[in-house]
């Protein structure tokens, strides 16, 4: 009889201190959207046509180039245009219509690596997390609706600056690690990752499938140089990068543990101007 009350004790100390978590995310998410604006202003807001510039560089091998963004949402559908003026590389389009996605590819049938990542773990689109605040479809406007979670993950420290972390879990099974930081003062969201490790297959032999080492990926979304738009606090400034850690290839093996790290491709995406309310064609959401 002891062990049975002590279970049920400490199971009602764990139902306890859920729903304290549970009430912790739900008065932050409330925060957190205060600090765009007032609900009346948040509900009077149908789409949302954002333009900007980008400077474009990858930081190993030096390569950049400037360009132009283009990001049209209207409730959980976007378009986003990353333009450069590259013939082998012009930049990236993705288009949601709030389940499916389509990816532009680089020629066809040929993905960028950002594209391919992006097409492969589509739930960056469908569950509201790219573009962060700057998209009307912004996953924590209806957390309810998209049978979405977070989980409190306490304050962390990066590039000097403690922020407020959560993990988001999305309405289906994901094989990525999404962290949401926000800022502690404004409970402004600065900083979406997505983080990927694939593990190496089945060799052969033990011996092969022991020297085979794990593929990671890692896409960071930052947001900095707020400004009020229609009553909004959003982003004017909206930094993505994206790289991966992959295997070295054994004849031309290289320093860290035999990991050759894959250049890391940097969009600093300044915003010029953002609309809201404005004429769309539907069409622009066609997911083919």
């Known amino acids: 009889m002891r062990s049975l009350a002590t279970f049920v004790a400490l199971l009602a100390m764990l139902s306890v201190g859920s729903a304290k978590d549970d009430l912790l995310v739900g008065d932050f998410v409330k925060q957190h959207l205060n600090s765009i604006g007032t609900e009346q202003a948040r509900a009077a807001v149908k789409n949302r046509a954002t333009e900007g510039t980008i400077q474009f560089h990858m930081q190993h091998q030096g390569g950049s180039a400037v360009g132009k963004e283009v990001f049209v949402s209207g409730g959980n559908k976007l378009v986003s245009l990353l333009k450069l003026p590259n013939p082998n590389y012009h930049g990236e389009r993705f288009v949601s219509d709030g389940k499916r996605t389509t990816i532009a590819t680089m020629k066809p049938g040929v993905y960028s690596e950002l594209g391919q990542f992006v097409n492969s773990q589509n739930e960056i689109l469908t569950s509201g997390l790219w573009g962060g605040t700057l998209s009307t479809g912004w996953a924590l406007f209806d957390l309810p609706g998209r049978h979405a979670g977070l989980q409190y993950m306490g304050r962390k420290k ?10 988001f879990l999305p309405s ?6 999404i962290r949401l930081y926000f800022d502690p003062e404004t409970a402004r969201h600065v900083m979406t990752t997505c983080e990927l490790t694939i593990a190496p297959q089945i060799a052969a032999s033990e011996l092969e499938t022991a020297n085979q080492k794990s593929t990671s990926y890692r896409l960071e979304e930052r947001f900095a140089n707020f400004k009020q738009y229609d009553g909004l606090w959003l982003p004017g400034q909206w930094t993505i990068q994206f790289g991966l850690d992959v295997p070295s290839d054994p004849d031309h093996p290289v320093a860290f543990g035999g990991y050759a790290r894959s250049d890391v491709w940097e969009f600093s995406v ?9 004429q769309l064609d539907p069409k622009n959401f066609e997911v083919k």
């Open 172 to 177: 289906k099974r994901s094989d990525l690690e």
């Open 158 to 167: 990066i590039d000097g600056r403690e922020l407020q972390q959560f993990r």
């Open 270 to 278: 300044s915003v010029t101007s953002i609309s809201q309310n404005v």
